[in-house]
């Protein structure tokens, strides 16, 4: 290694110095042998002082420690994703709560789902929009309390006939002060199977009738 490449170091050079190697990345092994080096040639009317030896052998033990920890967090992640595989292929075949605006219905078939609020909020009403985004179903569900409240829509459209098999959009509006607000609803929904997404976002969940979920989402269980 160049006598600039110790000197960044933190580190004197004596005698000869070899050449750099071409990866500039630097080891406990190496960082020893540097020390090893140092020592060896080190000039004996000006020995290394012990403070500058016990301030080298910090800097090792800070690389030591680094390269420990840093496989350390390597095998942690593989473990948590591991557990959070299993974890997360145990709820197939049981319902979530995720949230969702949108659900494809079979006909006959009810919609549940819930709101999360902050606050108490008035005037709160249930909006249905069908397939060509026409409202089909409305249905006022009164002042809600803060905390998660619970909804359902029965499948009918507002003529009391069952809504044909398609997809609808769920909307919660509130009033407040005499303006209206959109809040995110939440639905229930079956998991059918569960993947890896392969740009790293983690793992998802196939909710049937709501489509794929990010786990990490993922409300409530059951």
Known sequence: MTSDYISSLGLTSYGTQTTAAADSSL??????NLML???????????VTNEDFVAQLAQFSTVSGIEGLSASFAELSQTLSQN???????LVGNSVLVPARSIALEEGQSVTGA??????????????YGPGGDLVRSEGLGTLAAGLQEFS???????GTP?????????????????????QPMLDGQVQSVTMDNNGGGLLLNVLGVGSVSFADVYRIG
């Open 163 to 183: 809504a044909p098999a398609g997809s609808y959009e769920i909307e919660i509006v509130a009033e407040t002060d005499g303006a209206s607000e959109s809040l």
């Open 115 to 128: 709101v999360n609020l902050s606050s108490s909020a008035g005037g709160v009403t249930l909006n249905v």
């Open 84 to 90: 959070q595989t299993l974890q997360a292929a145990s």
């Open 27 to 32: 080891g406990q092994d190496d960082f020893l």
């Open 153 to 159: 829509w029965d499948g009918l459209l507002d003529d």
């Open 37 to 47: 080096a140092q020592l060896k040639n080190q000039d004996p009317t000006d020995p």
